[in-house]
Protein backbone atom coordinates (compact mmCIF):
# COMPACT_ATOMS: atom_id res chain seq x y z
CA UNK A 1 0.00 0.00 0.00
CA UNK A 2 1.38 3.27 -0.97
CA UNK A 3 1.60 5.79 2.08
CA UNK A 4 0.35 9.07 1.84
CA UNK A 5 1.28 12.46 3.87
CA UNK A 6 -1.26 13.08 5.90
CA UNK A 7 -2.48 16.22 4.07
CA UNK A 8 -2.76 14.25 1.35
CA UNK A 9 -5.10 11.79 2.55
CA UNK A 10 -7.04 14.44 3.58
CA UNK A 11 -7.69 15.92 0.16
CA UNK A 12 -7.78 12.67 -1.29
CA UNK A 13 -10.95 11.36 1.36
CA UNK A 14 -12.52 14.98 1.12
CA UNK A 15 -12.43 14.85 -2.78
CA UNK A 16 -13.86 11.22 -2.69
CA UNK A 17 -16.89 12.43 -1.88
CA UNK A 18 -17.81 13.95 -5.63
CA UNK A 19 -19.19 11.09 -7.46
CA UNK A 20 -19.79 12.03 -11.44
CA UNK A 21 -17.28 13.01 -13.96
CA UNK A 22 -14.60 14.71 -12.12
CA UNK A 23 -11.15 13.18 -11.91
CA UNK A 24 -10.94 12.47 -7.65
CA UNK A 25 -7.26 12.69 -7.98
CA UNK A 26 -7.30 15.86 -10.56
CA UNK A 27 -9.90 17.53 -8.01
CA UNK A 28 -7.86 16.51 -4.51
CA UNK A 29 -4.84 18.70 -5.85
CA UNK A 30 -7.40 22.03 -6.21
CA UNK A 31 -9.85 20.69 -3.68
CA UNK A 32 -11.10 23.12 -1.92
CA UNK A 33 -11.41 26.31 -3.32
CA UNK A 34 -14.03 27.48 -1.49
CA UNK A 35 -15.69 26.95 1.97
CA UNK A 36 -17.06 23.35 2.50
CA UNK A 37 -20.30 22.77 4.75
CA UNK A 38 -20.67 20.03 6.74
CA UNK A 39 -24.01 18.94 8.02
CA UNK A 40 -25.06 17.32 11.08
CA UNK A 41 -28.54 15.82 11.66
CA UNK A 42 -28.44 16.68 15.56
CA UNK A 43 -28.40 19.95 17.22
CA UNK A 44 -25.58 21.79 18.80
CA UNK A 45 -24.03 20.52 21.98
CA UNK A 46 -24.38 17.06 21.42
CA UNK A 47 -21.83 14.52 20.40
CA UNK A 48 -21.84 14.37 16.98
CA UNK A 49 -21.86 18.41 16.85
CA UNK A 50 -18.96 18.69 19.05
CA UNK A 51 -16.90 16.01 16.82
CA UNK A 52 -17.65 17.69 13.69
CA UNK A 53 -17.02 20.79 14.98
CA UNK A 54 -13.14 19.48 15.90
CA UNK A 55 -13.12 17.90 12.55
CA UNK A 56 -13.81 21.22 10.51
CA UNK A 57 -11.61 22.97 12.70
CA UNK A 58 -8.53 20.63 11.76
CA UNK A 59 -9.72 20.64 8.17
CA UNK A 60 -9.96 24.05 8.02
CA UNK A 61 -6.27 24.44 9.24
CA UNK A 62 -4.82 21.82 7.39
CA UNK A 63 -6.51 22.66 3.33
CA UNK A 64 -6.43 26.43 4.30
CA UNK A 65 -10.73 26.74 3.77
CA UNK A 66 -13.42 27.16 6.31
CA UNK A 67 -15.17 24.31 6.86
CA UNK A 68 -18.76 25.34 7.95
CA UNK A 69 -21.22 23.35 10.44
CA UNK A 70 -24.25 23.46 10.25
CA UNK A 71 -27.07 21.89 12.71
CA UNK A 72 -29.78 20.07 10.90
CA UNK A 73 -32.09 18.47 13.49
CA UNK A 74 -35.14 16.01 12.85
CA UNK A 75 -35.98 12.62 11.95
CA UNK A 76 -32.71 11.13 14.07
CA UNK A 77 -30.33 12.64 11.18
CA UNK A 78 -32.94 12.13 8.00
CA UNK A 79 -33.47 15.77 7.40
CA UNK A 80 -29.89 16.29 6.99
CA UNK A 81 -29.16 13.42 5.05
CA UNK A 82 -31.94 14.26 2.54
CA UNK A 83 -30.59 17.46 1.83
CA UNK A 84 -26.91 16.04 1.67
CA UNK A 85 -28.55 13.93 -1.30
CA UNK A 86 -30.51 16.72 -2.79
CA UNK A 87 -26.99 18.96 -2.57
CA UNK A 88 -24.70 19.43 -5.89
CA UNK A 89 -22.20 16.48 -5.54
CA UNK A 90 -19.08 18.62 -5.84
CA UNK A 91 -17.66 18.22 -2.42
CA UNK A 92 -18.82 21.31 -0.64
CA UNK A 93 -21.60 19.82 1.05
CA UNK A 94 -20.58 16.93 3.32
CA UNK A 95 -22.36 15.03 5.75
CA UNK A 96 -21.61 13.70 9.46
CA UNK A 97 -23.23 10.31 9.29
CA UNK A 98 -23.15 7.38 12.35
CA UNK A 99 -25.08 4.74 13.43
CA UNK A 100 -28.74 6.23 13.20
CA UNK A 101 -28.13 6.29 9.55
CA UNK A 102 -28.06 2.74 9.18
CA UNK A 103 -31.08 2.20 11.43
CA UNK A 104 -33.00 4.55 9.55
CA UNK A 105 -32.71 2.61 6.38
CA UNK A 106 -34.79 -0.13 7.83
CA UNK A 107 -37.07 2.12 10.72
CA UNK A 108 -38.62 4.46 8.12
CA UNK A 109 -40.85 2.89 5.29
CA UNK A 110 -40.92 6.34 3.15
CA UNK A 111 -37.36 8.10 2.96
CA UNK A 112 -36.91 10.16 0.01
CA UNK A 113 -33.33 8.20 -0.54
CA UNK A 114 -31.61 5.15 -0.64
CA UNK A 115 -28.47 5.75 2.00
CA UNK A 116 -26.09 3.21 0.10
CA UNK A 117 -27.15 4.56 -3.13
CA UNK A 118 -27.11 7.84 -2.72
CA UNK A 119 -24.15 8.57 -0.61
CA UNK A 120 -20.49 7.89 -1.03
CA UNK A 121 -18.43 7.13 2.36
CA UNK A 122 -15.10 9.87 3.01
CA UNK A 123 -13.58 7.79 6.13
CA UNK A 124 -14.18 6.98 9.80
CA UNK A 125 -13.81 9.38 12.22
CA UNK A 126 -14.89 7.66 15.36
CA UNK A 127 -15.76 5.53 17.35
CA UNK A 128 -18.10 5.68 21.04
CA UNK A 129 -19.31 3.90 23.72
CA UNK A 130 -22.50 4.40 25.79
CA UNK A 131 -23.26 5.23 29.14
CA UNK A 132 -27.06 5.56 31.11
CA UNK A 133 -27.21 8.49 33.42
CA UNK A 134 -30.10 9.02 35.97
CA UNK A 135 -31.16 11.91 38.02
CA UNK A 136 -28.67 12.25 41.00
CA UNK A 137 -32.10 12.25 43.33
CA UNK A 138 -33.47 9.06 41.75
CA UNK A 139 -33.98 6.38 44.20
CA UNK A 140 -31.89 3.49 42.56
CA UNK A 141 -27.98 3.65 42.64
CA UNK A 142 -27.31 0.72 40.30
CA UNK A 143 -28.77 -1.25 37.26
CA UNK A 144 -30.46 -4.15 39.43
CA UNK A 145 -31.96 -1.27 41.66
CA UNK A 146 -32.70 0.58 38.76
CA UNK A 147 -34.65 -2.73 37.11
CA UNK A 148 -36.35 -3.37 39.93
CA UNK A 149 -37.63 0.13 40.34
CA UNK A 150 -38.79 -0.04 36.90
CA UNK A 151 -40.73 -3.00 37.38
CA UNK A 152 -42.65 -1.24 40.21
CA UNK A 153 -42.72 1.52 38.31
CA UNK A 154 -44.37 0.62 34.55
CA UNK A 155 -44.65 3.49 32.42
CA UNK A 156 -43.74 5.68 35.12
CA UNK A 157 -39.88 6.49 34.19
CA UNK A 158 -39.61 8.35 30.88
CA UNK A 159 -36.43 7.80 28.59
CA UNK A 160 -34.78 10.71 27.01
CA UNK A 161 -33.12 10.29 23.84
CA UNK A 162 -32.00 12.27 20.83
CA UNK A 163 -34.66 11.28 18.24
CA UNK A 164 -36.40 8.22 17.16
CA UNK A 165 -34.31 5.47 15.40
CA UNK A 166 -30.90 7.72 17.20
CA UNK A 167 -28.32 5.17 19.70
CA UNK A 168 -30.22 6.05 22.84
CA UNK A 169 -33.71 5.05 21.64
CA UNK A 170 -32.32 1.93 20.14
CA UNK A 171 -30.23 1.13 23.18
CA UNK A 172 -33.14 1.74 25.71
CA UNK A 173 -35.22 -0.17 23.29
CA UNK A 174 -32.95 -2.79 23.91
CA UNK A 175 -32.69 -2.62 27.72
CA UNK A 176 -36.20 -3.00 27.69
CA UNK A 177 -36.36 -6.01 26.11
CA UNK A 178 -33.71 -7.47 27.93
CA UNK A 179 -34.78 -6.46 31.35
CA UNK A 180 -38.70 -6.68 30.67
CA UNK A 181 -38.99 -3.39 31.79
CA UNK A 182 -41.41 -0.91 30.68
CA UNK A 183 -40.04 3.24 30.22
CA UNK A 184 -41.63 5.47 27.98
CA UNK A 185 -39.14 7.20 25.01
CA UNK A 186 -38.86 11.19 25.25
CA UNK A 187 -37.55 12.06 22.04
CA UNK A 188 -35.31 15.86 21.79
CA UNK A 189 -34.11 17.32 18.86
CA UNK A 190 -30.29 16.31 19.75
CA UNK A 191 -28.13 14.92 22.81
CA UNK A 192 -27.13 18.18 24.01
CA UNK A 193 -30.67 18.99 24.77
CA UNK A 194 -31.54 15.69 25.68
CA UNK A 195 -28.40 15.45 28.77
CA UNK A 196 -30.29 18.14 30.29
CA UNK A 197 -33.39 15.51 31.32
CA UNK A 198 -31.35 14.01 34.28
CA UNK A 199 -31.91 17.20 36.05
CA UNK A 200 -35.49 17.27 35.71
CA UNK A 201 -37.59 15.41 38.13
CA UNK A 202 -39.85 12.68 36.02
CA UNK A 203 -37.09 12.52 33.16
CA UNK A 204 -35.10 10.49 35.14
CA UNK A 205 -32.88 7.82 32.95
CA UNK A 206 -31.39 8.10 29.47
CA UNK A 207 -28.91 6.26 27.20
CA UNK A 208 -26.26 8.26 25.44
CA UNK A 209 -22.78 8.06 24.12
CA UNK A 210 -19.98 8.07 27.17
CA UNK A 211 -16.97 9.43 26.13
CA UNK A 212 -18.91 13.22 24.12
CA UNK A 213 -17.02 16.23 26.31
CA UNK A 214 -20.77 17.00 28.05
CA UNK A 215 -21.43 13.51 29.16
CA UNK A 216 -17.81 13.04 30.70
CA UNK A 217 -17.87 16.14 32.33
CA UNK A 218 -21.78 14.97 33.96
CA UNK A 219 -19.87 11.68 34.96
CA UNK A 220 -17.47 13.38 36.56
CA UNK A 221 -19.57 15.54 38.52
CA UNK A 222 -21.36 12.56 39.89
Request: glycine share 8%; net charge positive; with cysteine.
Amino acid sequence: MVKLARRELLRSAAGAAVLNTVSRFAFADTYPSRPVHLLVGFAAAGPADIAARMIADALAQRLGQPFIVENRPGGASNLATEMVVNAKPDGYTLLLIGSPNAVNATLYDNLSYNFIRDIAPVACTMRLTNVMLVNPSFPAKTIPEFIAYAKANPKKINMATSGNGSPPHMLGELFMMLTGVDLVPVSYRGAGAARFCRRVPGLPRRTERYGSLPLLADVRAG
